[in-house]
């Protein structure tokens, strides 16, 4: 294809959105056609649009380059790897990386020297790796390591010579444990995410920290709220903000009104759900001013991660408007796997507003993620949403994401 000159200055300006724009509209394109190509609404296109120089979803970028047959490149786009994952190029990121909302990897605990210090900073290390595969492994596969891990540290924090270095060892089985909650909640085993969870929150009281119990305590309430339990939620969200005091991160505050938001909205509370998102998202814009927040607190916590929020509690609750109002800022956050979660909340909200092609076209691409990591939980919201539609004579986009899920077995 022919590039114009103020495509080109687009590109070289980072402005992706006005890419999109200027190619679309060559192509004599409207945005509600490229939005139905793309399983996206009309309303996420106009703001990808308009998104200027900020981060974007790199997944939602390679489709539209695709149907527009825009060179990736004009849109910050590397090819792909031979694994197939997508790349931004550097200058991306060195304009500012998104960070993960929800599976936060943790700092290296501030401990000063010596042999209880080495041989803790060893094993976080260990943690830390494990956690970064994430990203690029199923759960399934690196569940058994990150056990053996946790088994090794607790070995160890049994043959402890002092209390100073069980205290050390209990901090790591306390990161290690949470880490296999994560890994058993990706998998849809509530069971083992709750132990580990729980395992988590016991570990941290007893290495004395309390900002990582309330950390932990935090991430229990997520899980909660995302199984449905909206009390139990609230309830954990209050013993987070227990354990912490007047000093308290500003951090930990953006971060775990987000998660009340989300308990509200498991318990059908809407006002309340809205009023929480209202908060965080305030909070949220101040943190780029606040100071480092120290360990375990050290995950950018942005107005994106409070979008996406927004979109989880839409699905929820049922309210589209919320869910396609913050669809494709949200898509800015989480790796592969929390994406596609997103994308399946966006469906449900698609779904909401009547857009059943939409919503199954974005379910379906969801289903695919799932599937290539094996992933229980997408694959079991991928169910939830289909279960949601009802009708005797399902068109062609419902028929195949049925294909797709009969006989899946994780």
């Not at 679309?24 to 399983?39: E, K, N, S, V």
């Not at 901090?171 to 949470?178: D, G, I, L, Q, Y």
């Not at 903000?241 to 059908?268: C, F, I």
């Not at 799932?370 to 009708?391: C, E, K």
Request: proline residues 4%; aromatic residues 6%.
């Amino acid at each position: 294809m022919s590039i114009s000159p103020k495509v080109r200055e687009a590109s070289r300006a980072r402005d992706y959105g006005k890419v999109i724009e200027l190619v679309r509209t060559d192509a004599r394109m409207t945005q509600t056609q490229l939005g139905q190509a793309c399983g996206l609404s009309q309303s996420a296109i106009s703001r990808l649009e308009k998104r200027g120089v900020r981060s974007y979803a790199t997944d939602v970028l390679a489709a539209v380059a695709a149907h527009l047959s825009i060179p990736r490149s004009l849109l910050g786009l590397a090819e792909s790897a031979r694994d197939g994952s997508e790349h931004v190029e550097r200058r991306n990121f060195l304009g500012g990386a998104v960070a993960i909302a929800v599976a936060p990897s943790l700092s290296v605990f501030p401990d000063p020297g010596g042999e209880a210090s080495g041989q803790a900073a060893t094993l976080r290390l260990g943690t830390a790796s494990y956690r970064r595969l994430d990203a690029s492994t199923p759960s399934r596969e690196l569940a058994e390591a990150v056990r053996s891990h946790l088994r090794l540290v607790e070995s160890l924090a049994g043959a402890a010579p002092d209390d100073r270095h069980r205290a050390r060892l209990a901090a790591v089985r306390s990161e290690a444990a949470s880490l296999l909650g994560w890994l058993s909640w990706d998998m849809g085993d509530h069971g083992s995410a709750r132990n580990r969870y729980g395992l988590a929150i016991t570990a941290a009281r007893a290495a004395g920290h309390p900002l990582l119990a309330a950390y932990q305590a935090g991430s229990l309430a997520q899980f909660e709220a995302d199984a449905g339990n909206g009390g139990q939620a609230l309830n954990l969200t209050r013993r987070a903000r227990r354990l912490l005091d007047e000093r308290r991160p500003a951090v930990a505050d953006a971060w775990l009104t987000s998660v009340e938001a989300l308990a509200h909205a498991a318990a059908g509370n809407e006002r309340e759900a809205d009023r929480a998102l209202t908060t965080s998202r305030s909070l949220a814009q101040k943190l780029e001013y606040a100071e480092r927040p120290p360990w375990p607190w050290v995950f950018t916590f942005n107005e994106a991660e409070v979008a996406a929020a927004r979109v989880t509690c839409g699905a929820r609750l049922g309210r589209p408007g919320w869910v396609l109002d913050a669809d494709t800022e949200a898509l800015t956050t989480g790796h592969a796997k929390q994406r596609a979660l997103l994308v399946l909340d966006i469906a449900a909200g698609h779904l909401a507003a009547g857009r059943v092609e939409a919503a199954f076209a974005q379910a379906t691409r969801a289903l695919e993620t799932g599937l290539q990591y094996r992933s229980g939980r997408i694959v079991d919201r991928a169910r939830a949403v289909r279960r949601a539609y009802r009708t005797g004579s399902p068109p062609k986009v419902v028929r195949e994401i049925d294909e797709r899920l009969h006989n899946v077995y994780l």
